[in-house]
């Protein structure tokens, strides 16, 4: 069966850096959008970052673009998020999830058919 399983999740200062991994199995990794999302405590799922098939096609949200770096290895079904310059703000469980398809990767949430447990990020002051 399809299994996402994220990483690298922890504490951080604001300020810092960390990089989320995503390790993809039971699915064809290159046909498959490769997004991540996060979710605060007490607030709704969003959007973060989305990559193409081929890695070379992105989406962020605003209030991560110019800090977050999303990236993809295909030979070893990784997708990873790059989270730089991290805010209070930018504490949640984060999810990676996978949209099958060819397309500019700014998929719909219901669009993603195979989601990870989620890691979570926790920014502190």
């Known amino acids: 069966q399809v299994q996402l399983v994220e990483s690298g999740g922890g504490l951080v200062q604001t300020g810092g850096s960390l990089r989320l991994s995503c390790v993809a199995s039971g699915l064809t990794f290159s046909s498959y959008a490769m997004g991540w999302f996060r979710q605060p405590s007490g607030k709704e799922r969003e959007s973060v970052a989305a990559?193409?098939?081929?890695?070379?096609?992105?989406y962020y949200a605003d209030s991560v673009k110019g800090r977050f770096t999303i990236s993809r290895d295909n030979a070893k079904n990784t997708v990873f998020l790059q989270m730089n310059n991290v805010k209070r703000e930018d504490t949640a469980v984060y999810y990676c999830?996978?949209?099958w398809g060819y397309g500019d990767p700014n998929y719909e949430e219901f669009e993603y058919a195979y989601w990870g447990q989620g890691t979570q990020v926790t920014v502190s002051s």
């Open positions: 999830a996978a949209a």
């Open positions: 990559i193409n098939w081929s890695g070379g096609r992105t």
